[in-house]
């Protein structure tokens, strides 16, 4: 079966402007994930979409993140306006179940993200 | 709050030699643990996971880890490195009722041939 998909895979922007992701996961899945991983550190999770709905996103800088997931299947997170902290590998994970902390997350790719 | 150590950022080891990578974790309920696996320029695939039952839990590619409950600690080893385990390694823990996963900072292996 195909894996969760991510696009694109670098991308590299000034400071101040906007920048989006986009992820596909494994169809299927119902519970998709945005996690941010900063160079050294392991994932750190900033959504997770049960469906279409929000589960968690306490972790997520609201102010300046978003993320959606219309039709509950791909997802598109934002950043608007990024900052140089924002620098970091952002990995979309998907799991078939609803979310439970047993189920086994598949990652995909990543997206890379420099900040100038 | 849990929290997940990994005290060796980087485990240099030669091919065919045994490895042990160190995980410990602080939580005061009863916890999911995980180690995942990083190829460069990849995501994060599942080596194994302790749910419940047999301390001793084995995964992919020959790496398997022990549950010490009394230590709170999951390490990770395999008896035999290859090259291709070269890679990054991550220690995960959740609690067993709903809670995001937290991931340990990682450790480094580099197999040297």
């Known amino acids: 079966e195909a894996g969760v998909a991510q696009s694109p895979r670098y991308k590299i922007i000034e400071k101040r402007q906007s920048v989006a992701f986009w992820c596909n996961p494994i169809s299927g899945h119902a519970t998709l994930y945005w996690y941010q991983q900063i160079l050294g550190q392991g994932p750190k999770l900033l959504i997770q979409f049960q469906n279409n709905g929000v589960v968690d996103d306490s972790q997520l800088p609201k102010d300046r993140f978003s993320a959606e997931r219309l039709k509950g299947v791909d997802s598109t997170l934002k950043i608007q306006p990024a900052k140089l902290e924002d620098s970091a590998v952002y990995l979309c994970a998907s799991s078939f179940g609803g979310g439970a902390p047993r189920d086994e997350q598949f990652f995909g790719p990543g997206t890379r993200l420099t900040v100038l | 709050a849990q929290s997940v150590t990994q005290l060796d950022s980087q485990v240099p080891v030669f091919e065919e030699a045994p490895v042990e990578l160190r995980c410990n974790y602080s939580?005061?309920?009863?916890?999911?643990l995980f180690w995942y696996v990083q190829y460069p320029n990849q995501g994060l695939q599942l080596l194994l996971k302790y749910l419940s039952g047999s301390t001793l839990v084995k995964g992919i590619n020959g790496f398997e880890a022990e549950f010490n409950k009394s230590q709170t600690s999951f390490h990770l080893r395999k008896p035999s490195v290859h090259i291709s385990d070269t890679a990054e390694y991550f220690c995960?823990?959740?609690?067993?009722?709903?809670?995001?996963?937290?991931f340990g900072p990682g450790t480094s292996l580099s197999v040297i041939p």
């Open positions: 939580s005061s309920v009863s916890v999911y």
């Open positions: 995960a823990v959740t609690k067993t009722s709903y809670d995001k996963v937290i």
